[in-house]
Nanobody
Framework: QVQLVESGGGLVLAGGSLRLSCVAS????????MAWLRQAPGKERTFVTA????????SYTDSVKGRFTISRDNAKNTVYLQMNSLKPEDTAVYYC?????????????????WGQGTQVTVSS
């Protein structure tokens, strides 16, 4: 079993920045993808970004390209989400997720493990 614990959410003004962290523990995979998805009130959970833990390749949804950066620290088993130029529409609960394998996945049901979520609120 894999445990994921997020931190770093909060309240920020539009144009500001936040950095989210996700620490993975427990069973480890030889090849897997870690991702951030988000869920705004009354909406479905949607893909934000993902990183292949082995290769470091990244994928982003169009609305965050150029503003958000996903990265990893192998030694700390931690993935980060640096969010800059935040907008009110970025307000959501952000979830860290992991799936076994190397292929990208954008649907939430394709991920096997989830963190508890961290709230990000961007005020205008």
């Amino acid at each position: 079993q894999v445990q994921l614990v997020e931190s770093g959410g909060g309240l920020v003004l539009a144009g500001g920045s936040l950095r989210l962290s996700c620490v993975a523990s427990g069973r480890t995979f030889s090849n897997y993808v870690m991702a951030w998805l988000r869920q705004a009130p009354g909406k479905e959970r949607t893909f934000v970004t993902a990183i292949n833990w082995t290769s470091g390749l990244r994928s982003y949804t169009d609305s965050v390209k150029g503003r958000f950066t996903i990265s990893r620290d192998n030694a700390k088993n931690t993935v980060y989400l640096q969010m800059n130029s935040l907008k009110p529409e970025d307000t959501a609960v952000y979830y860290c997720a992991a799936r076994n394998g190397s292929s990208w996945a954008r649907r939430s049901d394709e991920y096997d493990y989830w963190g508890q979520g961290t709230q990000v609120t961007v005020s205008s």
